[in-house]
């Protein structure tokens, strides 16, 4: 695999913007919840690497019949998905993506195979990067799918419709792709956009911790159950936001005021403010995913 081997081929990435639109000129398509891979396949190799070129080629020995698939040497971008009950779950990609014994992999392997969702082509036999983005989804057209290699299917024009159904199920998302976008390696860029489905709740500040220097606060967020205070996760508040003086102002406490978690790096605070948090969604242990703070919830 010589061919690739003196090249960058970091994968082209998206831009994030708040709400999904229609546009003749863009193709949409789902957004899965995985993790970005660029899949080398050749009929004797497969070579698998993440998006910062982290070779996880042996964690998912699966796809190494994709191989089976292409006639010579041929560059995938797309994502490793780990389905539950028909939809896409990260946590249990997580799971599987942090283990290292090999009996365990193997086995996981054969009793529940990941998946590889392909949604573009960058090489096949030459480089295809110059091609628009419609004449690289032709080219991937002539591949064959098989139990663990996707195609992601995509729609022209209509990118409300389709954020409408991905939130009726919980999709992570969707993107936007420009029909005439080129790809470009290793670049954020305007022509590839992605919507975030995120999930929106209030929840309670009842510590924070912040670093001489820095213009973020880092807040601890908690909500109530049974009437007791449970963690669910930290965010960073910008120190401009009005919040921060009245956050500063409150006496802290020695004692955590969280009922499941302690941490002696954290100003604790009785817990009378509260935040709009828009988040992914939430742990297997009740903690949020990527959260984004919004703002102070006024009562």
């Not at 969604?281 to 984004?292: A, C, D, F, G, Y």
């Amino acid at each position: 695999m010589n061919i690739w081997r003196n090249r960058n081929w970091g994968p082209m990435l998206l831009k994030e913007i708040d709400k999904p639109f229609n546009s003749k000129d863009y193709l949409f398509e789902i957004k899965f919840d995985g993790i970005r891979a660029i899949i080398f396949a050749s009929p004797h190799n497969l070579i698998i690497k993440t998006r910062n070129n982290v070779d996880v080629t042996d964690i998912y020995p699966e796809l190494q019949s994709i191989k089976n698939l292409v006639k010579h040497p041929t560059i995938f971008d797309g994502e490793i998905v780990a389905f539950k009950e028909g939809l896409p779950s990260f946590s249990k990609l997580q799971e599987r993506s942090h283990l290292k014994n090999k009996n365990k992999i193997k086995k996981l392997s054969l009793e529940e195979p990941i998946c590889y969702v392909c949604f573009d082509i960058l090489y096949d036999n030459k480089d295809l990067t110059n091609l628009i983005l419609t004449d690289r989804k032709k080219l991937l057209a002539n591949i064959n799918e098989n139990e663990v290699f996707i195609k992601s299917k995509s729609i022209d024009e209509v990118g409300k419709d389709l954020f409408k159904e991905i939130k009726k199920v919980g999709l992570e998302g969707i993107v936007a792709k420009k029909k005439n976008s080129l790809y470009e390696i290793n670049s954020r860029v305007d022509s590839w956009l992605k919507i975030k489905n995120f999930k929106k709740d209030n929840f309670f500040i009842g510590a924070y911790k912040e670093n001489a220097g820095s213009p973020v606060i880092s807040l601890a967020l908690g909500e109530y159950q049974n009437n007791k205070l449970k963690y669910v996760g930290n965010v960073s508040m910008a120190k401009k936001n009005p919040l921060y003086k009245k956050i500063k102002m409150l006496k802290t406490r020695k004692l955590s005021t969280f009922t499941d978690y302690e941490n002696k790096d954290l100003n604790y605070i009785n817990p009378k403010y509260q935040c709009l948090i828009w988040y992914m969604e939430k742990t297997p242990s009740n903690h949020l995913r990527q959260p984004i703070f919004k703002n102070e919830v006024k009562k």
